[in-house]
């Protein structure tokens, strides 16, 4: 099975910062790589879909880059409203597997 | 629009079998390249992949659940049906479904998971 390790787990921030987010995965996926904000109590929303193709309806400052096994979300000038926990997800295999998550606060 | 959205108990007793029904509109799951995924986070913890069910009814689980786990659907009403055996403490989460798409690639066949329930949270305790 492939595993997706993220970094950092957890890191503080405030608005207007650039935040960035890394996920490694155990072997190359290509671009096969997806990215999806959550928050309590709510859906879990696509951001980013094969690495770097941003969804409709996620806001531009969302930006992703990567390919084989390093993959990075980047944030610029974060908002009150992306404070939120970020997974990868691995979609190589059919069996999909996500990172450990980061957790963005305040 | 599309929405999908997860009932099933909140508390489970231990060694039961855990029934969690996914209702879904706005899309089919009968259209080629569309599928219903079941995935869930233990308090505090990383999202798990569960279990898939395609548009062809074929059936994927997760390898280490495998043994427990059994995906069904009713394309009829619209649902999609994950079954759980033998609960323990350690499946205490908040289980979602999501509708996942697979898009074209000229190396494979990536998918990704473009619309999800709001969760429900089951808790699994004597």
């Known amino acids: 099975d492939i595993q997706m390790t993220q970094s950092p787990s957890s890191l503080s921030a405030s608005v207007g910062d650039r935040v960035t987010i890394t996920c490694r995965a155990s072997r190359t996926i290509f671009s096969y790589l997806n990215w999806y904000q959550l928050k309590p109590g709510k859906a879990p929303k696509l951001l980013i879909f094969a690495a770097s193709t941003l969804h409709s309806g996620a806001p531009s400052r969302f930006s992703g880059s990567g390919s084989g096994t390093d993959f990075t979300l980047t944030i610029n000038s974060l908002q009150p409203e992306d404070f939120a926990t970020y997974f990868c997800q691995q979609t190589y295999s059919t069996r999909s597997a996500f990172g450990g998550g980061t957790k963005v606060d305040i | 629009q599309v929405t999908l959205r997860e009932s099933g108990p909140a508390l489970v007793n231990p060694t039961q079998t855990l029934t969690l029904t996914c209702t879904f509109s706005g899309f089919s799951l009968i259209t080629r390249g569309t599928c219903v995924s079941w995935v869930r986070q233990p308090p505090g913890k990383a999202l798990e992949w569960l279990a898939l069910?395609?548009?062809?009814?074929?059936?994927y689980y997760n390898t280490s659940l495998r043994t427990r786990l059994t995906i069904s659907r009713d394309t009829s009403k619209n649902q999609v049906v994950l079954k759980m055996s033998n609960i323990d403490p350690v499946d205490t989460a908040t289980y979602y479904c999501a509708r996942m798409i697979y898009y074209h690639d000229s190396r494979g066949s990536p998918f990704y998971f473009d619309y999800w329930g709001q969760g429900t949270l089951v808790t699994v305790s004597s």
């Open positions: 069910i395609d548009w062809d009814d074929d059936k």
